[in-house]
């Protein structure tokens, strides 16, 4: 993990040059620029708000919209981490077809991207709060916290999965696909409590949906997520940076030849 920290350390000055273009690209011809990245999670917020306490009566609690708006941040990050970060390579391929370019950093660069959009919102989430009436918790301390673990699993997914779409151009359609699945394993749109008990499993075995309970737990409710999810969480972690190492390791020699 050092390494690899070490190994990006060196590369700064080349991720931020690639992190800068990535954010002004995606918003490049755009009227409105980088104001949707704040508009995106806005107009998410509205259309669950609407249809789950309005169309189906979804009983969500008071402050129902700012749990949606709490799920909801860290949900687009992985989204767009894993949808854009999945591609990076094949995207990329002239770049990695140059003589020495260092092919890891792209993924790297999709998840950057992804968690500053992340980062700016959350004022928003503040200013909602207060604008309902709701103190802000002290554990918002513990936030840098779950962005750094957010942002270890979803570079070793990362990492594995962009190299394996190098060879094998399903897997970015596959992770299209798995994310609307998985959107609704994770309590976005419904709070955690509401799941059967028998079915809390799939809560716990989805490391996504333990992040997404945490960020409500510290961002709405003020309350500390048990020591059973930090370490859950950590050993994902663990386990996804050194998965993704080893695949990207293990195809990274051919890139070249197969873009």
Known sequence: MFLVGAELWRFRALIQALVQRHIATRYRGSLLG???????????MGVYT???????????????HLLVFAGLLPWIWTSSALSEGTSALVSSGHLITKSMFPAHILPFVSVTSAMIHFVLALPMLIIFMLAAGMAIPATWFLVPVFILLQFIILNGAVLALSALNVFYRDVQHLVGNMLTFLFFLCPVVYPASAVPARFRFLLDANPFAVLTECY???????????????LSLILVATLSM???LFVHSYFRERFAEAL
């Open 216 to 230: 409500q737990k510290i961002l709405i409710d003020g309350v500390v997520p048990g020591g059973l999810a930090f």
């Open 34 to 44: 980088f104001l949707w990245s704040f508009l995106n999670p806005l107009c998410l």
């Open 242 to 244: 050194g998965i993704g």
């Open 50 to 64: 609407l249809v789950f306490s309005y169309y189906m009566r979804f009983d969500g609690g008071k402050h129902y």
